[in-house]
């Protein structure tokens, strides 16, 4: 049970290059998120979603796209990307809403983050 | 919209008592969670607050107060490894129940 993996962990991109992180989960979880976090901003949720083949905009989606064509998958790119997208980027999941907090289940469980620099 | 206050920094000393204060605005509450991160590090979950009241779970407790919009994390007997950041998060029924992050307090516990 490995829990939340994102991939990579560290990318360097010129401006104008495209990549795709990804997330992958082998929890069952229904919900699925990408943040960003940069110093002295915390955590920023830029798209999440709530189910297989559904997606939705967070604070901050300018710039980034998602798909989950898989349950356990959730890919965040960046069409051409921008030094102020210079971050560290987490994944997260949870079972959803409704569940009993005692259960574990609507807690989010994070990846270990994606460190990503663009000059 | 929301608003997640908390303070920027912190310090204390091993074996002592800190408390870290949150206060908070939002619609459609759901539940107010506290993380640890340590530096390079994922964020861990430590507790979770839905009811007005103090949640204990071993050194730490985290206590909510919805009327007031407040919440504290609580912890006890210091150890060096406690110094992290510790996030103050609240969860909305809105936006796919994501949580909606502080900017975090830096603990730095000395000797």
């Known amino acids: 049970n490995a829990g939340v993996t994102q991939t990579p962990k560290f990318r360097v991109l010129k401006t104008g290059q495209s990549m795709t992180l990804l997330c992958a989960q082998d929890?069952?979880?229904?919900?699925m998120y990408w943040y960003r976090q940069d110093p002295g901003m915390g955590l920023r949720l830029i798209h999440y979603?709530?189910?297989?083949?559904?997606?939705a905009k967070g604070e901050v989606p300018d710039g980034y796209n998602v798909s989950r064509l898989k349950k356990q998958n959730f890919l965040l790119g960046l069409e051409s990307a921008a030094p102020s997208q210079t971050s560290v980027y987490f994944c997260?999941?949870?079972?959803?809403?409704?569940?009993?907090?005692?259960?574990?289940?609507?807690?989010?469980?994070f990846g270990a983050g994606s460190r990503l620099t663009v000059l | 919209g929301q608003n997640i206050d908390q303070p920027t920094e912190m310090t204390a000393t091993e074996g002592a008592i800190v408390q870290i204060n949150c206060t908070y605005q939002?619609?459609?509450?759901?539940?107010l969670f506290w993380y640890q991160q340590h530096a390079g590090e994922a964020p861990t979950f430590l507790s979770y607050?839905?009811?007005?009241g103090l949640e204990e779970k071993g050194r730490f407790s985290s206590f909510l107060s919805r009327s007031k919009g407040y919440s504290y994390l609580l912890l006890k007997e210091l150890q060096m490894k406690d110094s992290a950041s510790y996030l103050c998060a609240v969860r909305s029924s809105n936006s796919g129940y994501a949580l909606n992050f502080g900017k975090g307090t830096s603990l730095l516990v000395t000797p």
């Open positions: 979603s709530v189910g297989e083949g559904t997606t």
């Open positions: 939002t619609s459609g509450f759901n539940g």
């Open positions: 607050n839905v009811l007005d």
């Open positions: 997260a999941s949870s079972y959803g809403a409704g569940k009993r907090v005692n259960s574990g289940a609507n807690v989010l469980t």
């Open positions: 929890m069952n979880h229904e919900y």
